[in-house]
């Protein structure tokens, strides 16, 4: 039985898998672009109206970014049995309502905890504590 926990935040997920008394560890980075949207600039003509920025655009991107980055990790998972995701903030919350709609995915979720940022070794020993009282 292959059983996997995930924690992971907007910069990175760590993906610990446990098969018998093998641990196997994998890191998938984000590559979501954290951007601090600027006033917009003055055009050419003395006392004109400044020129606008989108940020729509910029939330859109972002959206799109994190949908890559939750399906990048739902691969990397789909041939596990059963399923724990932590975190600090609200990448949790995104990654499980990806994973309720992923095929496959949203019957082997246990459970979505609250992890604050922690070492590997005490993510290790999170993951296998969570599967040891299940």
């Known amino acids: ?40 600039s003055r055009s050419k003509v003395p006392w004109g109206p400044m020129e606008k920025t989108s940020e729509s655009k910029h939330l859109q991107r972002r959206k799109q970014q994190e949908k890559a980055y939750y399906k990048a990790i739902c691969e990397a998972v789909e041939n596990s049995d059963e399923l724990f995701v932590m975190g600090p903030a609200e990448a949790k919350v995104g990654l499980q309502k990806f994973i309720e709609g992923y095929k496959n995915l949203d019957d082997i979720l246990l459970d979505v905890q609250v992890a604050d940022s922690i070492t590997e070794n005490q993510k290790v020993a999170k993951v296998k504590a969570f599967f040891a009282e299940s």
């Open 1 to 40: 039985m292959k059983q996997t926990g995930i924690w992971l935040d907007f910069d990175h997920a760590n993906i610990i898998e446990l098969e018998g008394k093998k641990v196997t560890k994998n890191i998938i980075a984000s590559n979501i672009e954290d951007y601090h949207l600027k006033g917009g």
